[in-house]
């Protein structure tokens, strides 16, 4: 298992952009990690996924292009880019790792972080 701690939320006005970042510690190399979001009254929703030290990337057919996950394998760091942000994108974010025996936002994440918080007005 990993900890998993999550930064970068804010509080923004609509039509700008975000990073979120998340901090991996434990062993960070051959992992799935997902971001996925969560607002208010709905159901958590995965966004993109991402395979640790490899250049595979998923995105769910609604990130429309506005989002881009990426990762520093030198800051054990995954991040999520989200530009032209909508009020519809505010939500809690969180990050999540499993082992790679298959990486999609489809799949059962064993490790959490606390979530942040990105509001759009």
């Known amino acids: 298992h990993v900890q998993l701690v999550e930064s970068g939320g804010d509080s923004v006005e609509a039509g700008g952009s975000l990073r979120l970042s998340c901090v991996v510690s434990?062993?960070?190399?051959?992992?799935?990690m997902a971001w996925f979001r969560q607002a208010p009254g709905k159901e958590r929703q995965g966004v993109a996924a991402?395979?640790?030290?490899?250049?595979?990337?998923y995105y769910a057919g609604s990130a429309n292009g506005r989002f881009t996950i990426s990762q520093d394998n030198a800051k054990s760091t995954i991040y999520l880019q989200i530009d032209s942000l909508k009020p519809e994108d505010t939500a809690m974010y969180y990050c999540?790792?499993?082992?790679?025996?298959?990486?999609?936002?489809?799949?059962?994440?064993?490790?959490w972080g606390q979530g942040t918080q990105v509001t759009v007005s």
């Open positions: 999540a790792a499993r082992r790679v025996d298959g990486c999609s936002i489809f799949l059962t994440f064993a490790d």
């Open positions: 434990g062993y960070f190399s051959k992992r799935c």
């Open positions: 991402i395979v640790t030290g490899a250049h595979n990337k």
